[in-house]
């Protein structure tokens, strides 16, 4: 699902603790990032702006992940992309305490710290 919505993440300041809290938009995506108040609105606004969208969905969502490549005993490779299949449900449950989380950032009392893939 990370990937699936990475776009939209790379929109949002974070800090790098590995860079001495280097300014960056999006994530580290495997090491640490920090949400702190200057990326907390967006990210909000981000996760509120998917959860509306995931809430229209069917029980089961299917989407469409990266292209991957089978490759054949032949010269011929082929490829297709990866079917990705999410309960609605635990999705939206997971949307619901991301928002929760940077509204309490927002505040300025809490960072939001992403530990990496």
Do not use: H
Not at 6 to 33: A, C, H, V
Not at 36 to 55: C, H, R, V
Not at 93 to 112: A, C, K, N, P, Q
Request: proline residues 2%; negative net charge; charged residues 25%.
């Amino acid at each position: 699902m990370f990937g699936y919505i990475q776009d939209s993440l790379n929109w949002i300041e974070t800090l790098n603790p590995d860079k001495q809290n280097e300014s960056m938009l999006g994530f580290n995506y495997y090491g640490r990032s920090i949400i702190g108040i200057n990326g907390a609105s967006k990210f909000n606004k981000l996760m509120k702006a998917w959860y509306l969208m995931f809430n229209e969905a069917p029980e089961e969502i299917i989407l469409t992940g990266r292209y991957t490549w089978i490759e054949d005993e032949g010269q011929q490779s082929m490829g297709e992309y990866e079917k990705l299949i999410f309960c609605r449900k635990e999705i939206l449950d997971l949307l619901s305490r991301l928002i929760e989380f940077s509204t309490m950032v927002e505040t300025g009392e809490y960072l939001m710290i992403y530990s990496g893939i």
